[in-house]
Protein backbone atom coordinates (compact mmCIF):
# COMPACT_ATOMS: atom_id res chain seq x y z
CA UNK A 1 0.00 0.00 0.00
CA UNK A 2 0.73 3.80 -0.33
CA UNK A 3 2.21 4.14 -3.55
CA UNK A 4 2.92 7.26 -4.86
CA UNK A 5 3.14 8.21 -8.73
CA UNK A 6 4.95 10.84 -10.41
CA UNK A 7 5.16 11.93 -14.11
CA UNK A 8 7.02 12.40 -15.84
CA UNK A 9 10.03 11.08 -15.54
CA UNK A 10 12.14 12.79 -17.73
CA UNK A 11 11.55 16.26 -19.36
CA UNK A 12 14.25 17.97 -21.86
CA UNK A 13 12.80 21.55 -22.89
CA UNK A 14 13.89 24.70 -24.26
CA UNK A 15 14.31 28.27 -21.90
CA UNK A 16 11.16 29.69 -21.38
CA UNK A 17 8.84 26.59 -21.17
CA UNK A 18 6.43 25.90 -18.53
CA UNK A 19 6.37 22.26 -17.22
CA UNK A 20 3.80 20.92 -15.46
CA UNK A 21 4.69 17.30 -12.99
CA UNK A 22 2.34 15.30 -11.47
CA UNK A 23 1.78 13.30 -8.53
CA UNK A 24 -0.61 11.06 -7.84
CA UNK A 25 -1.39 8.67 -4.50
CA UNK A 26 -3.02 5.68 -5.96
CA UNK A 27 -4.19 3.96 -3.07
CA UNK A 28 -4.98 6.28 -0.80
CA UNK A 29 -6.22 9.78 -0.38
CA UNK A 30 -3.34 12.16 0.77
CA UNK A 31 -4.68 15.63 2.13
CA UNK A 32 -1.10 17.31 2.17
CA UNK A 33 1.70 16.38 -0.51
CA UNK A 34 5.20 17.50 -0.21
CA UNK A 35 7.69 18.59 -3.08
CA UNK A 36 11.06 18.61 -2.84
CA UNK A 37 13.93 19.12 -5.61
CA UNK A 38 17.53 17.29 -5.42
CA UNK A 39 20.88 18.73 -6.76
CA UNK A 40 23.17 16.28 -7.73
CA UNK A 41 24.87 14.29 -4.85
CA UNK A 42 22.60 16.52 -2.13
CA UNK A 43 20.08 15.90 0.25
CA UNK A 44 15.87 16.50 -0.32
CA UNK A 45 15.45 20.17 -0.07
CA UNK A 46 11.40 20.76 0.88
CA UNK A 47 9.94 23.35 -1.49
CA UNK A 48 6.62 23.46 -0.65
CA UNK A 49 4.02 21.54 1.35
CA UNK A 50 1.03 20.91 -0.95
CA UNK A 51 -2.52 21.39 1.31
CA UNK A 52 -5.79 19.76 -0.72
CA UNK A 53 -7.99 22.48 -1.18
CA UNK A 54 -6.35 25.20 -0.12
CA UNK A 55 -2.68 27.22 -0.60
CA UNK A 56 0.72 25.32 -0.42
CA UNK A 57 2.85 26.37 2.16
CA UNK A 58 6.24 27.66 0.69
CA UNK A 59 9.43 27.30 2.42
CA UNK A 60 11.82 30.48 2.68
CA UNK A 61 13.45 30.73 -0.69
CA UNK A 62 11.20 29.38 -2.56
CA UNK A 63 9.48 31.73 -5.20
CA UNK A 64 5.99 30.59 -5.41
CA UNK A 65 5.11 32.38 -8.51
CA UNK A 66 7.76 30.15 -10.18
CA UNK A 67 6.87 27.09 -8.77
CA UNK A 68 2.80 26.91 -8.97
CA UNK A 69 1.46 24.53 -6.58
CA UNK A 70 -2.15 22.99 -6.94
CA UNK A 71 -3.74 20.10 -5.04
CA UNK A 72 -7.02 20.30 -6.36
CA UNK A 73 -8.02 16.50 -5.33
CA UNK A 74 -7.05 14.09 -2.85
CA UNK A 75 -5.20 11.94 -5.11
CA UNK A 76 -3.32 14.84 -6.85
CA UNK A 77 -0.99 17.51 -6.87
CA UNK A 78 0.69 19.03 -9.37
CA UNK A 79 4.22 21.09 -9.77
CA UNK A 80 4.32 23.74 -12.40
CA UNK A 81 7.87 24.94 -13.21
CA UNK A 82 7.05 28.34 -14.83
CA UNK A 83 9.32 30.34 -17.60
CA UNK A 84 11.73 27.80 -16.78
CA UNK A 85 15.66 28.29 -17.46
CA UNK A 86 18.46 26.73 -17.42
CA UNK A 87 19.22 26.93 -13.49
CA UNK A 88 16.00 25.04 -12.63
CA UNK A 89 17.41 22.06 -14.16
CA UNK A 90 16.95 19.29 -10.96
CA UNK A 91 15.14 16.41 -9.98
CA UNK A 92 11.93 17.17 -8.45
CA UNK A 93 10.57 14.43 -6.24
CA UNK A 94 7.15 14.61 -4.36
CA UNK A 95 6.03 12.52 -1.28
CA UNK A 96 2.98 12.00 0.68
CA UNK A 97 1.54 9.37 3.49
CA UNK A 98 -1.40 8.06 4.48
CA UNK A 99 -3.20 10.00 6.87
CA UNK A 100 -5.50 7.29 7.92
CA UNK A 101 -2.39 5.56 9.15
CA UNK A 102 -2.17 8.04 12.17
CA UNK A 103 0.95 9.56 13.36
CA UNK A 104 4.37 9.14 13.10
CA UNK A 105 4.21 7.47 9.69
CA UNK A 106 6.71 7.15 6.48
CA UNK A 107 6.62 9.17 3.92
CA UNK A 108 6.31 7.59 0.14
CA UNK A 109 8.23 8.68 -2.27
CA UNK A 110 7.36 9.14 -5.99
CA UNK A 111 9.63 8.10 -8.79
CA UNK A 112 11.02 11.56 -9.27
CA UNK A 113 11.00 13.93 -12.22
CA UNK A 114 14.45 14.95 -13.75
CA UNK A 115 14.10 18.11 -15.50
CA UNK A 116 16.83 19.88 -17.94
CA UNK A 117 16.32 23.03 -19.67
CA UNK A 118 18.43 23.26 -22.33
CA UNK B 1 13.55 24.05 13.46
CA UNK B 2 14.90 21.13 13.41
CA UNK B 3 18.62 20.45 12.09
CA UNK B 4 19.73 16.62 11.09
CA UNK B 5 22.79 15.87 10.96
CA UNK B 6 24.38 12.79 9.48
CA UNK B 7 27.78 11.05 9.60
CA UNK B 8 29.98 10.14 7.59
CA UNK B 9 29.50 11.49 4.33
CA UNK B 10 30.96 8.90 2.11
CA UNK B 11 31.60 5.33 3.92
CA UNK B 12 33.46 2.42 2.06
CA UNK B 13 33.68 -0.80 3.64
CA UNK B 14 34.38 -4.31 2.22
CA UNK B 15 31.93 -7.18 1.30
CA UNK B 16 30.93 -8.67 4.41
CA UNK B 17 31.54 -6.49 6.92
CA UNK B 18 29.19 -3.98 8.78
CA UNK B 19 28.37 -0.27 8.12
CA UNK B 20 27.51 2.43 10.85
CA UNK B 21 25.94 6.05 9.70
CA UNK B 22 25.32 7.84 12.55
CA UNK B 23 22.58 11.13 12.90
CA UNK B 24 21.75 13.76 15.21
CA UNK B 25 18.88 15.87 15.35
CA UNK B 26 17.85 19.25 17.48
CA UNK B 27 14.22 19.27 18.55
CA UNK B 28 13.18 16.81 21.55
CA UNK B 29 9.36 17.06 19.82
CA UNK B 30 10.82 14.70 16.79
CA UNK B 31 9.47 11.39 17.87
CA UNK B 32 10.05 9.41 14.29
CA UNK B 33 12.79 8.84 12.65
CA UNK B 34 12.94 6.71 8.98
CA UNK B 35 15.83 6.15 7.25
CA UNK B 36 15.85 5.81 3.58
CA UNK B 37 17.98 4.41 1.16
CA UNK B 38 18.52 6.09 -2.19
CA UNK B 39 19.39 4.36 -5.64
CA UNK B 40 20.82 6.57 -8.38
CA UNK B 41 18.60 8.33 -9.93
CA UNK B 42 15.59 6.34 -8.06
CA UNK B 43 13.37 7.37 -5.47
CA UNK B 44 14.23 7.66 -1.51
CA UNK B 45 13.01 3.79 -0.17
CA UNK B 46 12.38 3.01 3.64
CA UNK B 47 14.62 0.67 4.42
CA UNK B 48 13.28 1.28 8.66
CA UNK B 49 12.29 3.54 10.97
CA UNK B 50 11.65 3.89 14.68
CA UNK B 51 9.61 5.79 16.90
CA UNK B 52 10.54 7.19 20.19
CA UNK B 53 8.88 4.83 22.47
CA UNK B 54 11.68 2.00 21.41
CA UNK B 55 15.40 2.08 21.75
CA UNK B 56 16.26 -0.32 18.95
CA UNK B 57 14.75 -2.41 15.86
CA UNK B 58 15.84 -5.00 13.77
CA UNK B 59 15.35 -6.35 10.75
CA UNK B 60 17.26 -8.81 9.08
CA UNK B 61 20.54 -7.23 8.49
CA UNK B 62 19.36 -3.80 9.34
CA UNK B 63 19.33 -2.02 12.83
CA UNK B 64 18.47 1.07 13.86
CA UNK B 65 19.24 2.79 17.54
CA UNK B 66 17.73 5.94 18.74
CA UNK B 67 18.94 7.29 22.30
CA UNK B 68 16.64 10.24 23.08
CA UNK B 69 18.47 11.75 25.80
CA UNK B 70 21.68 12.52 23.35
CA UNK B 71 19.25 13.16 20.32
CA UNK B 72 20.72 10.51 17.89
CA UNK B 73 19.70 7.61 15.92
CA UNK B 74 22.43 5.33 14.01
CA UNK B 75 21.65 3.01 11.45
CA UNK B 76 23.45 -0.73 11.22
CA UNK B 77 23.67 -2.76 8.35
CA UNK B 78 25.57 -6.28 9.14
CA UNK B 79 27.63 -8.28 6.23
CA UNK B 80 27.43 -5.73 3.78
CA UNK B 81 26.95 -7.06 0.09
CA UNK B 82 27.34 -5.11 -3.04
CA UNK B 83 23.42 -4.09 -3.46
CA UNK B 84 23.74 -2.18 0.01
CA UNK B 85 25.68 0.34 -2.18
CA UNK B 86 23.39 3.31 -2.10
CA UNK B 87 23.07 6.98 -0.88
CA UNK B 88 21.21 6.84 2.92
CA UNK B 89 19.06 9.26 4.40
CA UNK B 90 18.07 9.53 8.04
CA UNK B 91 15.25 12.07 8.55
CA UNK B 92 13.66 13.09 12.09
CA UNK B 93 10.05 14.21 11.76
CA UNK B 94 7.21 15.49 13.99
CA UNK B 95 3.51 15.12 12.78
CA UNK B 96 3.98 15.59 8.74
CA UNK B 97 7.17 17.68 9.23
CA UNK B 98 10.39 15.66 7.96
CA UNK B 99 14.21 17.38 8.26
CA UNK B 100 16.37 14.85 6.17
CA UNK B 101 20.12 14.81 6.71
CA UNK B 102 22.62 15.22 3.70
CA UNK B 103 23.09 11.68 3.07
CA UNK B 104 25.81 9.14 3.31
CA UNK B 105 27.01 7.67 -0.12
CA UNK B 106 28.08 4.16 1.18
CA UNK B 107 29.94 2.17 -0.65
CA UNK B 108 30.51 -1.89 -0.93
CA UNK B 109 33.50 -3.04 -2.14
CA UNK B 110 33.44 -6.57 -3.27
Known amino acids: GAVVSQHPSRVICKSGTSVKIECRSLDFQATTMFWYRQFPKKSLMLMATSNEGSKATYEQGVEKDKFLINHASLTLSTLTVTSAHPEDSSFYIC??????????????FGDGTRLSIL | GENVEQHPSTLSVQEGDSAVIKCTYS??????FPWYKQELGKRPQLIIDIRSNVGEKKDQRIAVTLNKTAKHFSLHITETQPEDSAVYFCAASYGQNFVFGPGTRLSVLP
Open chain 1, 95 to 108: SASDPLQGNNQPQH
Open chain 2, 27 to 32: DSASNY
